[in-house]
């Protein structure tokens, strides 16, 4: 018998827009995807993955690799047996169908990152709708990496907010962003200067708007680490949020302890 089921927010873009025109292939991130998702197994969880368009996420590329798993081939492997076969991440429903279904069978929601979600998911109507659930019910909320900056879906105007940021209009992003549920919360994201790093080695171009600026223009109390790529994990109030891929394992404990605590007081 399990305690609970999570659900797993995923997404489905696999390029993304660079300013001045291009784009670069994105995906998710394989260690924060399956590292948390194979923790809230081992702790007894449920895991429902679900995307915008239901098909399985696409990992990027880059970090398919030993070096995000602490350079552990094992580790490695076997998340990528994990992703490949496990029924949890090839059961794919869409976002809508969970809605559907019902949200309130869900004890907690979580996010992996990678660039993808800054494509899709901050900017779907449907994740807003799940987001807002798990804020109203004060249900745990866990994003890593990029993958916070999906909380920003929870706007009445997501995609107007995204398109004013693409624009460098700020005003407009301040004034579309007022009203947001997770205003005055703390969080963090992949910082501005770890951003670089990957603009330069990974997606040789730089990105249309900035992860922190765009919390932060929407009330969102961003703060991250002085040292790049190194763990960090905020939490407030249900909201768990990581920096980077190498928060994985900490968001991962955080995000069980949070939803531990849920259930004994529910």
Known sequence: MTKATILILGSNATQITLRGGGSASIGQYLNETTVPAMALIDAGYDVVLATPDGTKPHIDA????????????SAYDHARRFFADDATMNDV???????????????????????????????????????RHFHQVGKPTALLCHGPVAVLAALPEAAAYRAALVAGDTAGATALGRGWVYAGYRMTVFSASEERVAEEHLLKGTLEFDMPAALRLAGGEVSVSDTDFAPNVVVDRELITGQNPASDHQLAAALIDALDRSLATA
């Open 93 to 131: 429903q869409t976002l809508r169908a969970v809605i559907e279904g019902g949200l309130d069978r869900f004890a907690g929601v979580f996010v992996p990152g990678g660039h993808a979600p800054v494509v899709d998911l901050m900017q779907d109507t449907d994740a807003g709708t799940i987001l």
């Open 62 to 73: 880059v970090s398919d690799d030993a070096s995000h798993f602490g350079g552990d081939r």
